[in-house]
T-cell receptor, first 114, second 111 residues
Framework: NAGVMQNPRHLVRRRGQEARLRCSPM?????VYWYRQLPEEGLKFMVY????????ESGMPKERFSAEFPKEGPSILRIQQVVRGDSAAYFC????????????FGSGTQLSVL | GQQLNQSPQSMFIQEGEDVSMNCTSS?????WLWYKQEPGEGPVLLIA?????ELTSNGRLTAQFGITRKDSFLNISASIPSDVGIYFC???????????FGTGTRLQVTL
């Protein structure tokens, strides 16, 4: 009974590089959410996806950030041309359905931008 | 946008004491969830609440969905060292799918 799997756990990038964060939801879950957490702060919503569809991206910066959840394979959060301010913990959560469902979180990817 | 304020911001208590924390919002929420986060890990779901006035327990934890639907409370009885962590409330409004998280309450338990 694997939970939400995120990799890598730690990712170091230099300014200007690209970061790719992967999330495999729990078995049977078709809804994925990405959240960002800065040190000493709560989690901020970024994007909500179902298989092959972006449902709500209201929390995602308009530039440099993109997310996908293909029919096959994990969900990917992609950050292009990273800057120091992108350093944070990025958490993925999944649920079996959308509204009203509990979210189950992965252990996160800690992104550090040098 | 919606904002959830948690209080207290941090607590230092002795093992065996009871703990109370709350979460307030300027908006009405239809669902309240309480999570615990330990260092280097993702939040773990503790309790979910779906109706105003609902009182739900999970072992030594008890949470309530406020009658006004703008607040929620979490109590931990007879605290133990492994209760250490950051407790987050999270809420969902009527038509939204996303959860809005609170600012967190950091709990420290001393022997």
């Amino acid at each position: 009974n694997a939970g939400v799997m995120q990799n890598p756990r730690h990712l170091v990038r230099r300014r200007g590089q690209e970061a790719r964060l992967r999330c495999s939801p729990m078995k049977g879950h078709s809804h994925v959410y990405w959240y960002r957490q800065l040190p000493e702060e709560g989690l901020k919503f970024m994007v909500y996806l179902q298989k092959e569809n972006i449902i709500d991206e209201s929390g995602m910066p308009k530039e440099r950030f993109s997310a996908e959840f293909p029919k096959e394979g994990p969900s990917i959060l992609r950050i292009q041309q990273v800057v120091r301010g992108d350093s944070a913990a990025y958490f993925c959560a999944s649920s079996p359905r959308g509204r009203g469902e509990k979210l189950f979180f992965g252990s996160g990817t800690q992104l550090s931008v040098l | 946008g919606q904002q959830l304020n948690q209080s207290p911001q941090s607590m230092f208590i002795q093992e065996g004491e009871d703990v109370s924390m709350n979460c307030t919002s300027s908006s009405i929420f239809n669902t309240w969830l309480w999570y615990k986060q330990e260092p280097g890990e993702g939040p773990v779901l503790l309790i979910a609440l779906y109706k105003a006035g609902e009182l739900t327990s999970n072992g030594r934890l008890t949470a309530q969905f406020g009658i006004t639907r703008k607040d929620s409370f979490l109590n931990i009885s007879a605290s133990i060292p492994s209760d250490v962590g950051i407790y987050f409330c999270a809420g969902r409004t009527g038509t939204a799918s996303k959860l809005t998280f609170g600012t967190g309450t950091r709990l420290q338990v001393t022997l």
